[in-house]
């Protein structure tokens, strides 16, 4: 079996370059999503305590079988440890034997960006130059670099209440060709922007702004709301946009959407990329991917890591499972 580590996707990056790991992720994530009926699907596994949730995500297609262990606890970040982390493993269901265990805690963060920045290219506006980002923490910069993959992005308006957190990704940010605006609060953030993503970590209910703060044809990428009784927005604004999720019976127990029901999503992603359903209409709707995370999007992610992993020569190979000589004498190996 083939063990990818931190070290393995840091060399990996160095290889593709960063650009070109988004570009190769946000392809494969469209592919699968496009075979959307291909999959056998679940909500995840989640297991809830007051400081935080640890999930297993299951997904499979008639080839390979993947999982992820994930999970999040927001007030890690105060003793220094992170407040997401994640494990994925990838198996030949042919045989069911592991192929690749991978670290998914880079990956989630990379896939997350990826999977919204596909959901955009069919919900925001083309032309979309300016992105506001409302928290900064882990996951801030991925958000803007996986955009920018799609969309020409100028302006990258911010906001944290964590100044720490606002000079830390300024700092990250620096080197690439962005005019950085840092805001004093959300709603001047929000003010007169063309796609605002929200990524914040209080396990809570919150309105983080109304529907008044944001003009028309906005593109909102919600995804910090990621369990029950955590939102991010008022259910006026619910009303008011074109919402598009993963996964609806996930999204109705995770999402901005448990504020709601059913008849609120417009569609699901793989409706979209297959052009079931349309996704932007006109230049003036609000649109909103309410995403809460999907493991189709921890499948595809580890397949394209287990591919690039074989052609790089990345990873280590690992004798996780015994090899007796006769199959059926397993005993053998510790008598």
């Known amino acids: 079996m083939k063990i990818v580590s931190v070290n393995d996707i840091q060399k990996l990056i160095k290889v593709l370059s960063l650009e070109t790991f988004f570009d190769k992720l946000i392809a494969a994530l469209e592919r699968d999503f496009s075979r959307w009926d291909a999959f056998q699907k679940s909500v995840r596994q989640a297991t809830y305590y007051p400081q935080g949730a640890i999930e297993l995500m299951p997904c499979a297609d008639d080839h390979f079988y993947a999982f992820k262990y994930v999970s999040a606890h927001p007030g890690n970040t105060a003793q220094g440890k992170l407040s997401v982390i994640g494990i994925g493993q990838l198996s030949d269901t042919a045989t069911g034997y592991p192929l690749l265990l991978s670290e998914m805690t880079l990956l989630t963060a990379f896939r997350t960006a990826a999977t919204g920045a596909l959901a955009a290219k069919y919900l925001a506006r083309e032309d979309a130059q300016s992105l506001t980002i409302i928290g900064t923490g882990a996951q801030a910069e991925f958000q803007v670099m996986g955009f920018n993959r799609l969309f020409p992005l100028r ?21 690439y ?63 008011a946009a074109k919402v598009v999720v993963e996964f609806i019976p996930q999204a109705l127990k995770e999402g901005e959407v448990q504020q709601c029901d059913a008849s609120r999503i417009y569609a699901e992603l793989w409706e979209l990329v297959t052009k079931r359903k349309q996704g932007r209409e006109n230049p003036a709707e609000i649109t909103l991917f309410d995403s809460v995370g999907f493991a189709l999007e921890d499948f595809s992610t580890l397949r394209l890591v287990y591919e690039l992993a074989l052609e790089h020569q990345l990873g280590s190979e690992i004798a996780m499972l015994p090899e007796p000589e006769d199959a059926k004498d397993l005993f053998s190996l510790v008598s």
């Open 155 to 175: 302006k990258i308006r911010y906001f944290d209440t964590d100044a720490a957190a606002m000079v830390k990704f300024s700092r990250n940010m620096a080197p």
């Open 177 to 239: 060709a962005f005019e950085l605006i840092p805001c004093a609060n959300i709603r001047e953030a929000v003010h007169n922007t063309d796609i605002v993503i929200t990524a914040t970590a209080a396990n809570t209910q919150q309105r983080l702004f109304e529907l008044q703060d944001i003009a028309p044809g906005t593109h909102i990428h919600a995804m910090g709301g990621d369990r029950p009784g955590k939102t991010e927005l008022g259910r006026e604004l619910l009303e």
